[in-house]
């Protein structure tokens, strides 16, 4: 088997987060119907550039008709980069009157072939729509959907000092990361990105079939508010195309924009440490990730001093040689090397000490570039399956991870559990309150691997179905929402979920993702995308 390259995944060099990690000036009006620009263009400034549209004979093609996981190649008859609201208004419209299957994309993460499938005539490339601004009519920044995470949190920390806890992969892309619900090291301090969404801007075709602009804000009398609730954690390809989040935090107030969202650290502590698959035996395995469940479910209440804290425990395919402990902590919170190391050292309690890799204290804008939590190389293939617990891992999950981590018939040294620590000031919102149900969460991971060649999909697919399946074969086969697990994660998409051969629960997907909050998405799908004109495998269905 080939292997790929873990130039950026694996640390030693690591991987995380946000793709693994893997869519104006206003008077601030709620429920306001015509939208308007986020913020006019300086006097004398360039006009925005032309649609830029690119066939099959084009050179660029080749590139364009792909995203980021290297499984998925789609066959579009054009690829249409936008740069203005107006310019999707006209391609959405375009391909309503013509009859032609339209897939959205802004960062190109997405897990599955929702914008790749043989049937999508036109790919709606947002990547180019890349403006983040303050819009003092809103007291919000404006942030267009093609911004990747890493110049997000760039420009609104140089230009105002302040920040989004989104997700730790770079070149991940607003656009469907926010409305999915993304998450990060922050969010245990600072919740995920969603709880800080005021507003979106967005196209969506009626049931008269034409294509229009429109705005949501979280005000109360906002008659647009279920639209922006769905786009808190409903997921992207759903109801429309989002041109623009406004983003302020609940509670801010005054008019001064570095009020407006929370401020990150000045400086964090990153640690790296791994145990040496040689030392593992299978009764120090289990130790080992009973005792960091238990350190989770102990230390990720909203009012925890651990909130500060965010760690992702790498447990590698034994062929990669270790088992690796990324860590980051603010380095302003009191105590904060007492309480990183305390935190390793109960990790390691009864295992060994592990391997110190790195310990160092750095500027938290550079550390968002830290290879610990940043995504997956661009040039390979993926398959993940996400996980959210409530409490630590069972006897039964851990055997079953230890079994397949350590099968001598499958050799992947870039096939990994992932899992993050969660919980903290995510668990202060309700349920309801958002999208995203899942608030009572200590853990979120990922079962996955990464590959190279074609060749390869076969062992690779079935080593992360397989090792899957056997974590959760008490539930079906998928985590279905009870005591120790809460479902799955919608921005890592499975579609596995949907097909009785992997899942066996009873458990449809989407209660799997949205819980009880489904039938509501249904009716903010069937108000607002009425003829179904947006839709993939796992979109919402209308009621």
Known sequence: ????????????????????????????????????????????????????????????????????????????????????????????????????????????????????????????????????????????????????????????????????????????????????????????????????????????????????????????????????????????????????????????????????????????WLSEVAWPWQDLTEARFTRLMLNHGDWHARNSAPDSPYTALFSQLKTFHKSAGAVVLDSLIDADAPGAERLLQRYIDEVSVGVGKPQVRQYRRIAWLHAVQWPGFTGPDPTVRFKGKSVYAKRNYTDAQIAAAYRHLTRDDFGNPSTLLMIASYGGAVNKVAAHDTAVPQRDSVLKYQVVSLWNDEADDAANLGWVRECYRDMFAATGGVPVPNDTNDGCFVNYADVDLGDPAWNTSGVPWHELYYKAGYPRLQKVKAAWDPTGFFRHAQSIRPL
Request: aromatic letters at 6%; charged letters at 20%.
């Open 1 to 268: 088997m080939t292997t790929l390259n873990r130039r950026k995944f694996l640390s030693g060099s690591a991987a995380a987060g946000g793709a693994l990690a893997l869519g104006a000036a206003g008077a601030g009006v709620a429920g306001a119907g015509a939208a308007q620009a986020a913020g006019p263009r300086p006097a004398g400034g360039p006009p925005a550039a032309p649609p830029v549209l690119v066939g099959p004979a084009d050179r660029r093609y080749a590139d364009l008709r792909r995203g980021t996981n290297q499984r998925w190649v789609g066959n579009p008859d054009q690829i249409r980069l936008v740069t203005t609201t107006q310019d999707v208004v006209a391609a959405v419209q375009d391909a309503v009157d013509s009859g032609r299957r339209l897939a959205v994309r802004s960062g190109g993460h997405c897990y599955e072939d929702f914008t790749t499938t043989q049937d999508i005539a036109i790919i709606l490339d947002l990547s180019q729509m890349t403006e983040v601004s303050y819009d003092p009519g809103r007291r919000a920044f404006a942030v267009q959907p093609g911004v990747p995470l890493g110049r997000v949190y760039e420009r609104l920390y140089k230009g105002w000092g302040v920040y989004l806890p989104a997700g730790n992969c770079p070149t991940v892309a607003a656009g469907g990361h926010i409305q999915g619900g993304g998450y990060g090291s922050m969010s245990r301090r600072d919740g995920l990105a969603v709880d800080h969404l005021y507003g979106i801007e967005i196209v969506v075709v009626g049931a008269d079939r034409k294509a229009r602009v429109v705005t949501a804000t979280r005000e109360a009398d906002d008659p647009n508010r279920e639209l922006w609730w769905a786009h808190t954690g409903g997921g992207g390809g759903n109801f429309g195309v989002v041109t623009r989040y406004w983003l302020r935090s609940p509670g801010a107030t005054g008019t001064d924009p570095a009020a407006q969202l929370p401020t990150p650290p000045r400086e964090v």
